[in-house]
């Protein structure tokens, strides 16, 4: 009904990425960042289904454009964990380290009303699980991460 209103493509992309369909999933979330070029999700979920299908350092470089593009993107702690996992699969330990760092301290001061904002769509009744499965997660890919640093 709009051609012009490509946000349909970040909706395709999140039923192809939970298909397993990566490829498809990749093209549309990165089809979808040219259109907004500001919206961090697009780029996360671009650098998820990118390290889903083993392509790290694409994923790696999707977070990347987003720390140059969207506003604040050096406070979110999503794209720094994002940043964290790819790095993390390309054995750049130290730099994982470091981006899992960032994105801990940046989600203990997240609340369940942003967590709410970032998933509109979930359940609300979920939202402070997801919180705390998000910070845990952080907390073991910082831990993966600190036992691969060599000493």
């Given at each position: 009904?709009?051609?012009?209103?490509?946000?349909?493509?970040?909706?395709?992309?999140?039923?192809?990425?939970?298909?397993?369909?990566?490829?498809?999933?990749?093209?549309?979330?990165?089809?979808?960042?040219?259109?907004?070029?500001?919206?961090?999700?697009?780029?996360?979920?671009?650098?998820?289904?990118?390290?889903?299908?083993?392509?790290?350092?694409?994923?790696?470089?999707?977070?990347?454009?987003?720390m140059s593009e969207v506003p604040d993107a050096s406070k979110n702690p999503w794209l720094w964990n994002s940043l964290g996992v790819a790095e993390l699969n390309l054995e750049e330990y130290r730099q994982a380290k470091t981006a899992f760092e960032k994105a801990a301290v940046l989600a203990e001061n997240l609340t369940v009303s942003d967590w709410r904002r970032a998933y509109p769509g979930n359940n609300p009744a979920t939202a402070s699980s997801g919180l705390a499965a998000f910070r845990n997660a952080i907390e073991e890919n910082l831990r993966k991460s600190m036992k691969a640093v060599p000493r």
């Open positions: 009904a709009n051609p012009e209103n490509l946000r349909s493509l970040y909706v395709r992309g999140l039923i192809y990425g939970y298909q397993g369909d990566f490829e498809n999933a990749a093209n549309d979330f990165l089809r979808f960042t040219q259109w907004a070029p500001r919206e961090w999700g697009g780029y996360n979920d671009a650098a998820w289904v990118l390290s889903r299908a083993g392509r790290y350092e694409e994923a790696k470089q999707a977070i990347l454009r987003a």
